[in-house]
């Protein structure tokens, strides 16, 4: 089993949607996550981190599930420009699942 | 902040010769990071240091692959010798972990194609 494995999609949605991605992990002990975005023949760039409470940023809602093993990514009202690749990264190594790939579309 | 600098940005060689990309990550940033990413097998982690001492290298396909990181703002990865199935975008990553807190960012990459 992978250690991290996401839905690699894609996911086609249209402007205004709501749109929810998950990442599960196999190592009980981890204790860091990120979720990170990259656009097309760019660097992945860090959205965001994931604390045990969750947090939000605007229109983006990031949660941990300890207990199933699992964060979520949440984007409200979406907009052309979430258009891209969703990366999470779970533990201090820093391994990235193979990213969720996001359209768009008006 | 310059951010991380990887060096050369593309790189076209034939397959059998030596590739060496760099990197020159974010002062003081005390971790940095090798992945490769393909359309196939995503973005991989090949080998992390911190403070310049080689952490996990499992990683790293085989021996043809070696990283090096002689000093707090330089790294290098040598293929050697390179082979088509290298072909791939290199990124090299630094991350400084302050209060608890890890902050990690990406060089813009090198794009290597091995004919």
């Known amino acids: 089993r992978k250690e991290v494995e996401q839905d690699p999609g894609p996911f086609n949605v249209p402007e205004g949607a709501t749109v929810a991605f998950n990442c599960t992990y196999s190592?009980?002990?981890?204790?860091?996550f990120f979720w990170y975005r990259q656009d097309c023949r760019k660097e992945p760039k860090l959205l965001m981190s994931?604390?045990?409470s969750g947090n939000e940023d605007g229109r983006f809602t990031a949660q941990l599930n300890r207990a199933s093993q699992y964060i979520s990514l949440l984007i409200r009202d979406s907009k052309l420009s979430d258009s891209a690749t969703y990366l999470c990264?779970?533990?201090?190594?820093?391994?990235f699942g193979a990213g969720t790939r996001l359209t768009v579309k008006p | 902040d310059a951010g991380v600098i990887q060096s050369p940005r593309h790189e076209v060689t034939e397959m059998g010769q030596e590739v060496t990309l760099r990197c020159k990550p974010i002062?003081?940033?005390?971790?940095l990071f090798w992945y490769r990413q393909t359309m196939m097998r995503g973005l991989e982690l090949l080998i992390y240091f911190n403070n310049n001492v080689p952490i996990d290298d499992s990683g790293m396909p085989e021996d043809r692959f070696s990283a090096k990181m002689p000093n707090a703002s330089f790294s290098t990865l040598k293929i050697q010798p390179s082979e088509p199935r290298d072909s791939a975008v290199y990124f090299c990553a630094s991350r400084r972990t302050s209060g608890g807190k890890e902050t990690q960012y990406f060089g813009p990459g090198t794009r290597l194609l091995v004919l």
């Open positions: 190592n009980s002990a981890s204790q860091s």
């Open positions: 002062s003081g940033h005390n971790s």
């Open positions: 994931v604390y045990s």
């Open positions: 990264v779970v533990n201090n190594d820093m391994r």
